[in-house]
């Protein structure tokens, strides 16, 4: 990892649960590519997403950059994540194959998440991601709040 003490690495694998303090992260399998470049040698392994437990209960499900499947209703049912990041962006030339609009409408209902922060889709080609995701919410029936970020922006979870 570039730019990170090798202290601060940890391994994870699915289903793992890490302690970091008051937080608690759990390594969840999902469906999505999950391989890098480093210096000239592919590396490939499952891929992951993640649960993250703040001391104040709240639960965030960072899904990375997953495809829509069945695991995502489970992990609704399992988990009930408070807040979910999810990629939303849709399939395009050479994309990380992020969730179209009505996709992730989908996965929002299936994880029943009442806050959702869309991420991963273009701000230079299609800054109405977040608009189309919300439309695709309401005309579902999803009760759940889009939340858009810019980039070093954070969001107060105890206000």
Known sequence: MQGVEKSLVRGMRPGHLRRIGDVTVKALETRHHSFFNANGVFMSDVALSFLITLPNGYRIYHMG???????????????HPDVILIGVGGAFEDSVGDLDPEEAALATQWLGAKIAIPMH?????????????????????????????????GLDLEG
């Open 65 to 79: 950059d997953a495809a829509l499947a069945a695991d995502l209703k489970m992990y609704g049912e399992v988990y």
């Open 121 to 153: 889709y273009d701000l230079n080609h299609a800054q109405d991601i977040p608009e189309q995701y919300r439309q695709e919410l309401a005309r579902r029936g999803v009760d759940a709040r889009v939340i858009t970020l810019g980039a070093g922006e």
